[in-house]
């Protein structure tokens, strides 16, 4: 019996370490701009170096009516039509005096902008430029426009595929050697005209605000990490301060898991399934500890 009690610990002990091997596998997938995909087209580092004590995941409208001012929310590629109940929460919460980011590029954003009654909207077409960085004439540098802390030290952006805003104050926008390219050809036409566009813009909504940012690809790995690093201070600028981060996982596709992923994200955000979760673990912990005692 007493050779067999070390045995039992390590063979526990290494059960242990291949259950925590197994989550973090799980935790991962492919899916673009999921907070659980390390690939290059995954939000994974961003998150990563956001602080856990201030980060608030916000799955329910109501959740959205208990935080007072100067909360950001940020909502990341929006991949629907949000509820009315959804727009009622984001009212409220920017009219307090909070901010939300919202990063879109397809124009799906645009409902929660007019839910918002925002003189900002998002026009289809991308963006376009011969001030770029690399051959693709998608891969465009935008500069500061105004005063704005946010981009204060930060002489210029690196953005794939963006698109064109209009209304609102301009925070970032293209040289005057961009067009919108809107056939898709990524060449400029006859119809097409060179000028200055507007990719990053704000607008005040009762005593807060919302940032529109055309490129949601910005909080994607590649372009998290790209170097000089200005996009990654300017994406942390933006979450910068001492109060909480909410993380819209209502209509943002970083919420995006699948599989066994989606058990574990459900598990981390419904509160009874985490206690039912946690009182499963526990009777099969005593379960275990009975069997061993008899």
Known sequence: MRNIRPAFWIAGLVLIAA???LVGH??????????????????????S??????LVEISEPFQLMSNSTNTTLLIIAPWRQPTDQELSGYRAFIERGNTI????????????LRGLKSRISILPGNVSSLDRKYADPYSVVV????????IENIPSLLLNRPAPLRGGTPIMQTSVMSWVDLNGDRKINNFEVLGAINVIASDNIGNGRIIVVSDPSIF???????????????????????????IDQMNSRTRDAEGANEILHLIKTKLMVELLFVCVLMLFVAWIWKRKII
């Open 143 to 150: 500069y500061p426009s105004g005063n704005e802390t946010l």
């Open 220 to 246: 994607i790995n590649s372009m998290y990490d790209f170097e000089p690093p200005y996009n990654r201070i300017f994406m942390q600028n933006l979450v910068n301060g001492n109060e909480p981060v909410l």
């Open 26 to 47: 799980l935790s991962t997938n492919y899916l673009e701009f999921s907070q659980y995909n390390t690939g290059w087209n995954g939000t994974s580092r961003f998150f």
């Open 101 to 112: 980011i919202l990063a879109d590029d397809f124009g799906t954003g645009n409902q929660i």
């Open 19 to 21: 259950a925590l091997v």
């Open 49 to 54: 170096d956001l602080d856990r004590h201030r």
